[in-house]
């Protein structure tokens, strides 16, 4: 393909956002025009990458070079093997049916969408870039539009929920940072390329010191336990697109940031501290589902569930770099990713639409609300059960694969993704059963049902995980390849 294509996808929010700063104050449903343009753009080249991905190649595909800072070995390299074009995908779809879940807004809208492309910006890049200097300067891009977010639009604690969220973040970009610039200095090849660097070989001592480091720095966006305290708190907070974005996506870097630099270039750390971070997955698994058993609000329960789902992400990560199943956790791993982000922006979605009629997100209020707002109390239904792992959703395609490879590997972490998942049918039967079934509560009589374009992001994500959940090689087909280079380097 001639023509940048990737270049192109992350012009999109950039466009967006000049084009939105630039809209005259007061002209809010020209902002909201802009941005969905410029998303359904976004999304429709992200289609065209996808189907002219080369599967039968694999591989890093759609290469853009540019030298940058030659004197630093800086280079604008764009890129993308099968995880990048499912991850691309992913962020487009989140990105879309965000601005369409917004499009009610109605307090400070243009600040609000140049901030949310902004994010937009950074997570895009981190999905393309080959360049590790250019992987934390778009990480970077991608966590700090979350502050205003949430300081300025969110909701229950938001100042605190905000400052916690940047608190944690920043610590692990200060562990992340000095670990990047380490394995630029000791490679010694004075180039920032990720190729380039994964075709070095780290001494063993370095990649068993370095790779916590990168771990940890990571993980706190990926929602790691034990030092996932900022999640839930933010997803709370946040405003209905920023919490999908937040849980849809945001979360998936951190996962993506191990798998592309901690597993690919310190291979022989990541085996040497997987069996330590595969049990602390195995209890973020455990952990977030129980605690959401207890939860009163909506999205807190949503929160701590992202909590328990991307433990199963990490357990496959650390169980695909100990070689008894790495092409089923890979895969799940991967898949997972994908399939979280479509249920959890879904979730938020959903429950963004059900506060903004009854303005409470506490469960015990409701009762019997399925014969009120049917449509949406159906769309929460389906994202809940996806999230227990019901065959013919997408999720369940992605469990099935790490849990064979823990089976596989360490029976016991097996056993903690069944309880996980026993868990989580308990919790979300729970707010099925509290606030949509039983008597019904004469106050939400007048609560109005999603109708027209209301429908139209949440049938997508819907739409979504059905297609992948009976058509799972779809994705398979995309990541196997990729996944089997990786694992070239164990």
Known sequence: MGIPILSLILLCPVLATAAVMLVPAGRDQMVRWISVAFSLLALILSAIVWMAYDQTVGGLQFEEIVPWVPAVGITWHMAVDGFGVLLVMLNSLVWFTGVLTMWSLAYRVKEYFAFMTLLVVGVYGVFMTQDLFLLFFFYEIAVVPMYPLILIWGSTRKEYAAMKLMLYLLVGSALLFPALLAIYHVAGLGTFSMVELGRHTFGIEFQKFVYPFVYLGFGVLAGMFPFHGWSPSGHVAAPSAVSMLHAGVLMKLGAFGILVVGIRLLPEGATY????????AACGILYGAFVALRQTDFKFVIGFSSVSHMGIVLLGLNLGVLGVASADAFNGAVFQMFAHGIMTALFFSTVGYIYDKAHTKTISDF????????????????AGLCGAGLPGLASFWAELLVFLAAMKTYPILGAAIVAGLVLTAMYILRVFQQAFFGPRNPKWDGLTDMVGWELLPRAILVAVLILFGFFPNLILGLIDPTTQILMEGF
Do not use: C, E, K
């Open 367 to 382: 009762g019997g609300l399925g014969s009120q707002m049917p449509r949406a109390v159906t769309i929460f239904i389906i």
């Open 273 to 280: 501290w997987a069996p330590l971070f595969a049990v602390l």
